[in-house]
C-alpha cells in the first residue's frame, strides 16, 4: 500500500510532528507510514484522512499484490 502523506503535508505546510500531534501518535509513526515501513490501522488512517478534510482512498492506495 502506498500513499500521499508527505504531499498533503507539503500542501498543509505541517511537519511530520505536526501531523503526529494532531492524531496522537509519535513522530516516527509518520515518518514509518510516509516510508511505507508501518501499515496504519483503520483508525489511524481514518484520522490521517479526516486531518486532510479527504476521502481515505485519496491518501491510500493499494498496490497490485495487497
Known sequence: MKNNIRIER??????QAEL?????????TINSIESNKYIPSTILALK???VFGKQLEAIF?????D
Open 20 to 28: 503526529a500531534d494532531q492524531i496522537g501518535v509519535s513522530r516516527q
Open 10 to 15: 507539503a500542501i498543509k505546510n505541517i511537519t
Open 61 to 65: 492506495v493499494l498496490e497490485e499484490g
Open 48 to 50: 490521517i484522512a479526516q
